[in-house]
């Protein structure tokens, strides 16, 4: 089988341009003009620009997205009713829900909820999907662990007051009118 070879002749790439050298130098001058205004901060006993962590916080916006949790009502079991939106909503597919069958008014329950926490991208599409509004995206963000097990997050450890969530429901309906 025969194969042919074209080569195409290509202009050289542009290195050196006086367009790029001025992005270069309008760059520079914008670092060092933020590094003298807080070297002069600092000398004169202003430190606002750094926050030192576990002492001091962060005021977060209100629409803050952190990680899902799921809605306990006041009889102690979970508001989702295993219809499996979440999971299909979530495009890292970090949602795993096993359902099962019950007799009280609610016909199904999620026997296993687990959130896989190192792939989840805080998009809040499962709540958007959740017909129930029983999965939200709370304003828990420290959810740092020491191994990967760690960061699975079972269906005990997603369980949230609805009383804890009231404010952070009460903004949704109030934004988009559910």
């Known amino acids: 089988m025969a194969v042919q070879v074209k080569k195409v002749l290509r202009p ?10 001025l992005a270069i130098i309008a760059g520079l001058w914008v670092t060092t003009r933020h590094l003298i205004a807080n070297l002069f901060g600092f000398i004169r006993g202003r430190q606002d620009f750094t926050v030192y ?3 001091q916080r962060f005021l977060h916006a209100p629409a803050l997205r952190g ?7 006041e009889n ?15 495009p890292t597919s970090c949602i795993c829900i096993f ?31 959740c017909p ?5 995206m709370s304003r828990q963000i420290e959810i ?19 009383s804890r969530l009231r404010t952070r429901i009460d903004f949704l309906r109030s934004q988009y009118g559910r």
């Open 12 to 21: 050289p790439p542009q290195i050196t341009s006086w367009r790029s050298g």
């Open 53 to 55: 962590y576990p002492e």
């Open 67 to 73: 990680m899902p949790v799921l809605v306990q009502m």
């Open 76 to 90: 102690g079991r979970e508001r989702c009713v295993a219809c499996g939106l979440c999971e299909w909503a979530c």
């Open 99 to 129: 359902p099962a069958e019950t007799d009280s008014e609610v016909e199904r329950y999620p026997e296993i909820f687990d959130i896989d926490m190192t792939r989840c991208m805080f998009c809040g599409l499962c709540e958007e999907a």
């Open 132 to 136: 129930e509004e029983a999965i939200v």
């Open 144 to 162: 740092s662990t020491y191994s990967r097990g760690g960061s699975l997050w079972h269906k005990e450890d997603l369980l949230v007051p609805e």
